[in-house]
C-alpha cells in the first residue's frame, strides 16, 4: 500500500465572493478594514501620550494640556455610550437570524422563515422613516429588503444586524454591490440602495 501523497489536498467548497474569490479574500479584506478603523483611535492615543509628554517636559503648559485631555475623554466617553446605545437598541425586532450556506434562517415575532440563496432575485437596502415613535419621536430606521422567488422580506432594524447580514450577502451573493450597501449603512438620510438584483 503506498503512501498517501502529501501534496495532495481535498477539494472544499468555499462560498463565494462577488469576485469569486474564496474565504481568504474576505478575511484580508477584513484585516484591511479592521486596519483604516483603527488609524483615527491609534492617532487620538499618540495625541494624548504626546500632549502628556509636553506637559512634563514643559511645566507651564501642564494645566493647559491636561484640560485638552480630560476634553478627549469626556469625548470618547460619550462616543462609547452613544456606540453601544446603537449596537445593543432593539427597537422592533428580529429574535433570531442564523446565517449558513445553504441561506437564511430568521425567527421574528410575527413570522419563521428561510431564505435559500439560490432564490434570492434582489436585495435593496432602505432607510426611511420608523414604523413607531420612540420616546424622542419618529427616526430613521435601517431595513434589509430581501425578493426571493415570488415573496419578499424586511430584515434588519438593529445596527449589529445589518452588518451580519451585510457580510452575509457579500459572501454568499456574487454580483452583491457592498459599495452601495456601505453607503447605505453609513447614512443617516432617507434612501434605497439597490445591492443585488437589477438596478
Same mark, same amino acid.
Given at each position: 500500500?503506498?503512501?498517501?501523497?502529501?501534496?495532495?489536498?481535498?477539494?472544499?467548497?468555499?462560498?463565494?465572493?462577488?469576485?469569486?474569490?474564496?474565504?481568504? #479574500?474576505?478575511?484580508?479584506?477584513? $484585516?484591511? @478594514?479592521?486596519?483604516?478603523? =483603527?488609524?483615527?483611535?491609534?492617532?487620538?492615543?499618540?495625541?494624548?501620550? $504626546?500632549?502628556?509628554?509636553?506637559?512634563?517636559?514643559?511645566?507651564?503648559?501642564?494645566?493647559?494640556?491636561?484640560?485638552?485631555? @480630560?476634553?478627549?475623554?469626556?469625548?470618547?466617553?460619550?462616543?462609547?455610550?452613544?456606540?453601544?446605545?446603537?449596537?445593543?437598541? =432593539?427597537?422592533?425586532?428580529?429574535?433570531?437570524?442564523?446565517?449558513?450556506?445553504?441561506?437564511? $434562517?430568521?425567527?421574528?415575532?410575527? =413570522?419563521?422563515?428561510?431564505?435559500?440563496?439560490?432564490?434570492?432575485?434582489?436585495?435593496?437596502?432602505?432607510?426611511?422613516?420608523?414604523?413607531?415613535? =420612540?420616546?424622542?419621536?419618529?427616526? #430613521?430606521?435601517?431595513?434589509?429588503?430581501?425578493?426571493?422567488? #415570488?415573496?419578499?422580506?424586511?430584515?434588519?432594524?438593529?445596527?449589529?444586524? #445589518?452588518?451580519?447580514?451585510?457580510?452575509?450577502?457579500?459572501?454568499?451573493?456574487?454580483?452583491?454591490?457592498?459599495?452601495? $450597501?456601505?453607503?447605505?449603512?453609513?447614512?443617516?438620510?432617507?434612501?434605497?440602495?439597490?445591492?443585488?438584483?437589477?438596478?
Amino acid at each position: 500500500m503506498s503512501a498517501p501523497d502529501p501534496t495532495r489536498t481535498s477539494k472544499l467548497v468555499l462560498p463565494r465572493i462577488e469576485s469569486g474569490g474564496c474565504v481568504g #479574500n474576505r478575511r484580508r479584506s477584513q $484585516a484591511t @478594514e479592521i486596519t483604516k478603523r =483603527d488609524i483615527p483611535g491609534i492617532a487620538l492615543g499618540l495625541l494624548v501620550a $504626546a500632549l502628556l509628554i509636553i506637559g512634563k517636559a514643559w511645566p507651564e503648559y501642564e494645566k493647559l494640556t491636561t484640560t485638552v485631555v @480630560e476634553v478627549i475623554a469626556g469625548v470618547v466617553i460619550v462616543g462609547l455610550v452613544v456606540y453601544l446605545g446603537m449596537v445593543f437598541y =432593539d427597537p422592533v425586532s428580529v429574535d433570531r437570524i442564523e446565517i449558513s450556506r445553504r441561506g437564511i $434562517a430568521y425567527t421574528t415575532r410575527s =413570522d419563521v422563515g428561510f431564505i435559500p440563496w439560490a432564490d434570492v432575485t434582489r436585495v435593496v437596502l432602505i432607510r426611511g422613516k420608523s414604523a413607531f415613535p =420612540d420616546t424622542s419621536g419618529y427616526y #430613521n430606521e435601517t431595513q434589509w429588503l430581501i425578493q426571493f422567488g #415570488n415573496k419578499s422580506k424586511l430584515l434588519g432594524y438593529r445596527w449589529r444586524l #445589518n452588518w451580519k447580514l451585510y457580510w452575509a450577502f457579500r459572501i454568499n451573493l456574487r454580483s452583491f454591490d457592498r459599495r452601495s $450597501a456601505r453607503a447605505g449603512l453609513h447614512s443617516w438620510r432617507q434612501g434605497r440602495w439597490i445591492c443585488f438584483g437589477e438596478k
